[in-house]
């Protein structure tokens, strides 16, 4: 059963451009946040994350901070 | 363990240009980094490499990855390297993970944001205070924001921030901006930038996150009410972990035109060196020398 994730980032953040190719290529399904262009997601990303970088995963439910690809291995099961 | 011929530390501008002339030189090599495209895709606007009359950091760095990888270079993503030796004819490089041996190595480690120093600067890190506007500027959407420092990055940061910002204070510790006569004319075009020239950053204060920094300027000390902090003041070489390596008073590592460092086998390019000026063109350039360098330093020593 593939998990729900969700990828707050900016369009230019070079993390969250690393994060995506990362995903594509284990072939992980995920839902893009465009921080840049929504208020409503900045407020999100900081009331998940508690801070203001990004990237943030949130995979069900589980927030990861930063590129942090053993965590993100971790919690998808990579 | 296998040794290579040549191990490359660092994948931006200097370290991918070293791999792309290695790569066609059939050498055999591993290039090791932290990140692919080092400070050049932190970069907001390029505008001044040679080929592109405009090109953003992030696409730049993303088609130099593209280029390295057509080879299929063989890449350590991720990995921080901590140790250079020398050891049994060959070097060891030593990373947060593994250890790796070669016959020569080239340094292209960069340089890395330098900290303020003041108190509340770890604390509010990410907390409304960065080191890079290309990747959090557009959270500060209609805040006020302040960026320290002076120079060409400080006047970058601000001018991504003019967009997307309310209010850009820039805090500079000179009597005047420094950077490219051009990047200060578009700062004062602007219309929502205030320059606070003579002025130090003295702590950064909030609750959760950021609210205000405390500044000492010529009339005394105020408190400035920002969101956003950006610290742009320059930047210090990677290259703690070549201890062995001669470095000038700055921590850059000395090279002579060929890109030689005091140890034979070691060559080093780009922004961890003691090379004039720090452009990215000037860092794919001194790339390509000591590839072509340590390629010709294997032939001479017949690895």
Redesign the interface.
Known sequence: MAKNVKVYS?????????VKQFLEENHIDFQNID??AD?RA?DE??QKS?????PVLDIEGQII?GFD?EKIKQSLGL | MQIYDLIIIGAGPAGITASVYSARKKVNFLIISLDVGGQAAWSGDIENYTGYQFISGPDLAQKFQEHMLKYNTALKEGEEVTGLSASGGAFLVRTDKSDYRSRSVIIASGKKSKELGVPGEKEFKNRGLTYCATCDGPLFSGKSVAVIGGGNSALDAALQLVKIAKQVNIINNTPALGGDAIMRQKVEEAGNVTVLNNSQVISVTGDKFVSAIKIKGETGISDLAVQGVFIEIGLVPNSAFAAQVEKNSKGEIKINPRNETNIPGVFAAGDVTDVPEKQIIIAAGEGSKAALSASRYLAVNKF
Request: net charge positive; aromatic share 4%; with cysteine.
């Open positions: 900016t369009p230019t953040c070079p993390w969250c451009i690393r921080v840049s208020q900045v990303l900081i508690g801070q203001m970088g990004v901070v690809r």
